[in-house]
């Protein structure tokens, strides 16, 4: 079975420091990969997707992850953090084309600091 | 456009009674998806509806719970002689079912409390 390990369960960062949060997955021939952010009572908002291609990808809000095969790693990323930024958040599998269950991980909760 | 939008936002119900949780996807969406986020067990996945197939309840945890959509739109999550454990964040999504496009795209939840 698919699974996404996100090894940080809080992390906290000051404002306009750099942010890298952890995302692994478990062995797929085609990983689909998402990260999704969720505000305190709000639902999952989508930040980026990995499915082929260039395996830098960027998403919303100035985020970007990229995909690295050999470590089976997703890990997201941003230059500089705001305060708006504080949040959890979840990196999650489709386990390839043709799925549809979506395999989160334990999520990442991010404390900014002003 | 709108997006995913699911009723009631918060409900709290005593054990033993019957909930409905009900979701509007997004106009277009032919699938639908629910899922369960408590604090134990993160996110898991419970059905899934792709048009007028028959849909995948592999996730449902117990006979208590089911689910139907109707005319290919509004699902409804109903759950039987509510328990304690079954108090989490009911969250709905729906997609585009295409070889390009596979982001599920979700609702704000329904947090339901079971005392």
């Known amino acids: 079975a698919q699974s996404v390990t996100q090894p940080d369960i809080h992390i906290t960062v000051s404002e306009g420091a750099s942010l890298e949060l952890r995302c692994n997955y478990s062995?797929?021939?085609?990983?689909?990969l998402f990260w999704y952010v969720q505000s305190p009572g709000q639902g999952l908002q989508l930040l980026l997707k990995?499915?082929?291609?260039?395996?830098l990808v960027q998403g919303i809000k100035g985020f970007e992850a990229e995909f690295k095969r050999s470590q089976s790693s997703f890990n997201l990323r941003k230059p500089s953090v705001h305060w708006s930024d504080a949040a959890e958040y979840f990196c999650?599998?489709?386990?390839?084309?043709?799925?549809?269950?979506?395999?989160f991980g334990k999520g990442t909760k991010l404390s900014v600091i002003p | 456009g709108a997006g995913v939008s699911q009723s009631p936002s918060n409900k709290v119900t005593e054990k033993g009674k019957d909930v409905e949780l009900r979701c509007d996807p997004i106009?277009?969406?032919?699938?639908l998806y629910w899922y369960r986020q408590s604090l134990g067990q993160g996110l898991e996945f419970l059905i899934y509806?792709?048009?007028?197939?028959?849909?995948?309840k592999s996730g449902l945890p117990s006979d208590r719970f089911s689910a139907e959509r109707t005319g290919g739109s509004v699902s409804t999550l109903t759950i039987q002689r509510t328990q304690q454990e079954d108090s989490a964040v009911y969250l709905c999504?729906?997609?585009?079912?295409?070889?390009?496009?596979?982001?599920?795209?979700f609702g704000p939840g329904t947090r339901l409390t079971v005392t």
């Open positions: 999504a729906s997609s585009f079912r295409t070889a390009s496009s596979y982001e599920q795209y």
């Open positions: 062995y797929g021939a085609t990983p689909y």
């Open positions: 990995y499915f082929s291609g260039d395996t």
């Open positions: 999650a599998d489709l386990s390839g084309a043709g799925s549809y269950q979506l395999t």
């Open positions: 106009s277009g969406h032919t699938a």
């Open positions: 509806f792709q048009g007028n197939s028959a849909p995948d």
